[in-house]
């Protein structure tokens, strides 16, 4: 039987995914809220959406579902709002007797996990998130390739995506809205990078300022060097000239990891896990979180042999 | 050589038209302004956009590139914020040097009119409106199959677009901030029809409220049946059955006027002539927006043989 | 031993009138939350008051207090934000294990009583709130006087008290925000009015627009016309002359009630009852807000010997 | 002849000083915008005071008054909304044809200035600012006691006033928007001391965070240690056992001087002295905003024997 959804932050940049991933798996939006109002976007999927400005009034009406025929409640709260206002949307979702479904990262500091994991006991409901890139093809495939190996891999994950000068401004900019960096756009690799070599043993930041962060990673089963930018002049040379404006690489032990392909659907994919009971959860997203939080409150180092290329030039 | 644009609003449903306009016709976005600061989308342009969430520190922005060397000037300010701050922003482009690009209905009152016309004749800068339909190739076609008709012409407008529940809450379902349904998604189709029938003779308006208006005009050379909504429920059955949530038609005695192809790039259009020195002006506006204004402003008369046949149902 | 409050929406008007009654009951208030910063009222009362823009993460905060020592633990959130997200704060507050003490009216429309009870019921904590006038030395006289009266009595209540545009801009001349006038400067004489002759029996209502609204009830024991408005035009001549700009007056049997003084402290004395166990539950405030609610939904009743003497000048 | 004022930042802490000198210099306020809509504290000034919470709808209005009839006129416009829009709100003023009254400081930014300065001259009309220490009658007899004196004095300015956690969270905490403690608390300080003791000859900067700075003036006539702060646990120990939460001392060769007194109707004596014609404007500012954005901009030195006593503890 269809499910029903509520979306947090339907406005937003990643809300069409969301929509579409609802629409997919064949379940149905019936609330969203954002505090902005130009989310004709909606009327794409449904025109019986009920909407809010106001999360107290979307509040409201989700509690009213909640208090009436079991048909009408919400099974499903969808969580795209800005990355500090997650965890306070996902209790809001376990509060109304639904399931939060919440975009990456999870939460920004790992403490926040306590209060949500006390609250999915309270309320018998749970809290899933969306790591995307471990339902990717090929990227399953790498892990299989490696699950038998057990010795130390090196690894290069080089990732560069040009933003404008609006991402500053936005809240995106803000290291307490964002968690920075290496939280807000490289966080979906650092989770890859566990999942694909086991747990972290030790950490170094050798570069961190609001538009670019490096450091290396000591793993079980790999020593990273890492890289992360927003800013368009860190693009290589042939990028740029391919008119291209983001440059995403992971190399082990050498030889390129391939997963340009096979990006559209992902979070559908998620879903459809979710749905079927193999969901992510707060014990999935911890590892990753407790990582960017370390990342975050390091110590900048003096560059030494660990540090990733592009910052030795 | 190329013009220097900076836009307002920049994060709303219209605006990337706005962009690809100013793009497509060689030009060059320069800043931006939006309360909400969700505009990625920029990143599509150019990564050289100066972003802001506030329109003062836009103004400041503009204030100082206006006193700067002359090739940093901003040329063009594109209006495309809710309907109601339309003239406060023509004035803040006439007033930092350049003129004023605006979305339509380019005032909600018409005596708004005079305050911009008056900073016009001060600034020696020009405000000049989005028209599209006038540069419709279908519409220009009819027009001149029109010209030398000087006979009386029984015309029936019919717009029905479907809009969710959002509609009414955002500000387009405010009717001092939109307008109200007849200026805010019929006063394209008001400009069109005074432009190819002469100008207002009479009104009646049938009916109005927030989410359908219907009624009557007599034009020099039409008389002017009219039906606009955003209620889905409205849409004709088998437009309905094809799942199409818009339905268009204009019949000029009796016969279907078509013209659904050709609108992807009127914006455009209007672009390139207004930078040609042939853009619609607050001249061109202004029958219109007297007329939507005195729609909003009519006493319902009870209908009559000159009500639109939907609403005689 | 003292207790801890946490305060929503203390930018605003009414409180100050809250933080006094928190420090001269011996308590202390240890966070606060408003959109709007400009809070410096908070340093009248201490230094230690954590602030925040954002309800959520006003919420996070109280989350982390709830799950830490109890001896941290907020127990008391007084809720004075605008009146349509009265209830949405109440549950805020039962949620986070605190009990709610709201400002007049506690919802707007009665249904949402209902979920606040079952969370009442879930939480084990209650939700509170300020009926001020049941606490006026006066007026708990003129209770006893009436006790064992059990004719009919003839009330005349009028209430005039001057608001200059900004009313009609703010929240509070939005009837969806407010509840209109009725509801947001009339439901605390309503309240008093039942509490002094007994339940509603029926209603008129002879006008009703933005500033002002006139009607009829029948308790079980008095007959009431009264009269409510926020329209300095209203004022009797020689209440103007004197350069007041409020009038306030209740008749009983022709005889005025003189309750003029006493005004000062009563959320004062409102917070000692509530902290001593003895305060205004929902059972209390749903008479006034039903009849409130009746009041907003009446249609219009042509004048007649019920209508009150200023509504038939 | 009264003259018309309209208030920019109504809502906020220090509007009602303004408030208060138009009123008692015998002037009419008649418009006034903040986004926030709790100004209740309109009614005790006028019933007839338009509001608008949009900057765009507030410049609406008074060009509106601009272009009718002369008696309707907005002569002053006063500017008391964050430090930051300061600039955009005196450009505003000036562009409806009114003399900007704004609160200190004029700008953060020195450069800003210069846009002000070629308005002013474009629209004939002045920006005044409110330095308020200039007026102080205590003050004036300091600088004419020194005014003959032409040796070096040995001065120490301690300024510390607490704030709660709240300050920090708002704008005032918010370094591109207050410009810091040295601009936000100190530049009254700053421009007493040039006033009296002449031009910037050079400085030091000892200390700065978000609560405090520290450091040290060469002016032409004296030598000034200074130490600003925000913090409660910098409050001198007896200051604290007396209750208070305000240190203000400035000590010039040795003797303190007097001037706790005589501050409540500082704002008013700017007024009178504005109205007058004796205003101070730009060329005022100036001094005390280059020697802010200075110290903001400085490198930190390490302690000398320069340094004020409290930061060498």
């Known amino acids: 039987m269809s499910k029903k959804f509520a979306v947090i932050g339907v406005g937003g940049y990643i809300a069409p995914r969301h929509l579409r991933a609802i629409r997919d798996t064949g379940n149905q939006l019936v609330a969203a809220v954002d505090p902005k109002d130009s989310v004709g976007v909606l009327d794409q999927y449904s025109f019986d959406i009920k909407f809010f400005t106001e999360i107290e009034r979307f509040d409201r009406y989700l509690e009213k579902l909640k208090r009436g025929p079991e048909a009408g409640r919400v099974n499903y709260v969808t969580v795209c709002s800005p990355n500090y206002l997650h965890d306070a949307h996902c209790r809001l979702a376990l509060r109304v007797g639904a399931d939060a479904i919440c975009e990456k990262p999870l939460v920004i500091n790992p403490w926040n996990f306590d209060a949500l994991e006390e609250l999915e006991a309270e309320t018998k409901r749970r809290v899933y998130t969306i790591l995307q890139l471990r339902v990717h093809p090929a990227l399953i495939k790498l892990r299989d390739s490696l699950k038998d190996s057990k010795r130390m891999h090196e690894v290069e994950l080089t990732y560069i995506t040009s933003r404008g000068p609006w991402y ?74 391919a008119g291209k404006t983001t440059y995403r690489s992971i190399q082990v032990d050498g030889a390129e990891v391939e997963f340009s392909e096979g990006f559209t659907d992902l979070h559908t994919r998620v879903y459809e896990e979710t749905l079927a009971g193999r969901g992510f959860g707060i014990a999935d997203a911890r590892p990753s979180i407790n990582l960017t939080h370390a990342i975050r409150s390091a110590e900048i180092s003096p560059k030494d042999e660990l540090t990733h290329p592009l910052l030795r030039k």
Not at 173 to 185: E, F, L, M, Q, R
Not at 200 to 209: N, R, T
């Open 168 to 241: 500053q401004v936005s809240w995106k900019g803000h290291a307490d809205k964002s968690g920075g960096v290496a939280t807000n756009i490289g966080v979906h690799f650092f989770d890859l990078l566990i999942w694909l070599f086991g747990s972290v043993q030790g950490i170094k930041v050798y570069h961190s300022d609001a538009s670019r962060m490096s450091g290396f990673i000591e793993l079980e089963n790999a020593r990273v060097k890492w890289y992360l930018s927003v800013e368009k002049n860190d693009l290589p040379e042939a990028v740029r000239a």
